[in-house]
């Protein structure tokens, strides 16, 4: 069966690269494990962006990947394991990223995503998306918490650059670097994501 990403016009051929290996030591459980609305973050994730038309979706797995790699049974996602996880984000990052640079036919641009936002919806991964293909900035980043951020779709012409990430900052520094040539797409509640346990009782649908 042909990918879907085949048969899409050059300009929108986006797959999306979701980081999910980190140990989430400071929260004390996988927070990829964590369900919110009846599917673990992880599983949302993934969902939303292939809902949204992200085509492939990357998943990096890392800590307990066999253990994570099973709520992506059924989705259209592919994962990758990270051996490297240890090392950071900026691992995790090469990592997706060598599989879109080589992916067939070239991709237009990646969605990059994390997996600890609750408050993703489909809807703001498509206004994202729709931003990037009829706008002319290499970049189009969520703005939440007076900051740029991800999810943020970066076009191919940055496929070096992310490539090269390393530490534990993943894009972060990318970003700050093209912060003038970014569109930019406001996300109320972005800034709400899981790190230590006491940011659970903010979710009440866990």
Known sequence: MSDPADERDPAHRVAAVILAAGASSRLGQPKQLLRFDGESLLCRTARLASAAGCAPVFVVLGCAAEQVRRELAGLPATALVNENWTEGMGSSLRCGMAAAALHQPPLHAVLLLVCDQPRLTAEHLQTLLDRHVHGKAPIT?????????????????????????????????????????????????????????EDLERFPNR
């Open 141 to 197: 980043a969520s703005f939440y918490g007076q900051r740029d951020g991800v999810p943020a779709v970066f076009a191919r012409a940055l496929f070096p650059q992310l490539l090269a990430c390393s530490g534990d900052r993943g894009a972060r520094d990318l970003i700050r670097t093209h912060a003038g040539r970014i569109q930019r797409l406001p996300w109320p509640g972005g800034e709400l994501d899981i790190d230590r346990p």
